[in-house]
């Protein structure tokens, strides 16, 4: 399973963080030759990359054009995507079974949407005090009237997490 974990460009607080930490360890131990795709190596991502890598996840970077001066750590597959931070995310989430927010902001809620536009499971970590934590109140399960895929929240990254290795996430609905 290809996992796009959305996430903020800047850092987060400590308590979020070991969300993340918690989420990447129960995913671990449920998906372990799961890949995870990210939009870049600073800020939140950077320590969700680096937990993963700790763990020993596959992981993949797509880096926007105007990032590629980033360095990033042994063993993560760089894709130079060729283009924009917003085309980036469009390349990440289209690689993906699955999309899940950890928290963050604009960024990481377009990428919730286009999870949904293209028909792939999202999954929203809810309760990090970030921007994205408004997804339930304006989109409490659909983002509008076709209702391609149920966007799923949780409060909880332990549960978050099995629930995505419950369901073993695989099929593309084409859009």
């Known amino acids: ?11 987060v607080d400590a308590r979020v963080e070991a969300m993340a930490r918690d989420f990447l360890k129960e995913l671990h131990s449920q998906c372990p030759t799961s890949t995870l795709l990210l939009g870049g190596y600073w800020g939140f991502m950077k320590s969700i990359v680096d937990e993963a890598l ?20 042994s063993g993560v597959v760089r894709i130079d995507s060729g283009c ?4 980036r995310s469009v ?3 289209r690689s993906s079974d699955v999309l899940v927010s950890l928290g963050g902001g ?4 377009i990428e919730v949407l286009l999870a949904y536009a293209m028909g792939k499971p999202a999954y929203v970590l809810t309760g990090t005090n970030l921007s994205s934590d408004n997804l339930p109140k ?38």
């Open 1 to 11: 399973m290809q996992i796009a974990i959305a996430a903020h460009s800047s850092p």
């Open 54 to 73: 700790r763990l020993g996840f596959r992981v993949a970077i797509v880096l926007p054009i105007e990032r590629y001066d980033v360095e990033l750590p």
């Open 84 to 87: 924009e931070f917003r085309c």
């Open 91 to 93: 390349i990440m989430v």
């Open 106 to 109: 604009a960024g990481t809620i």
């Open 138 to 175: 304006a989109f409490p399960e659909y983002v509008d009237d076709r209702r391609v895929v149920r966007i799923r929240y949780f409060d909880d990254p332990v549960k978050l997490a099995q629930e995505i290795c419950r369901e073993r996430v695989t099929g593309v609905k084409a859009m």
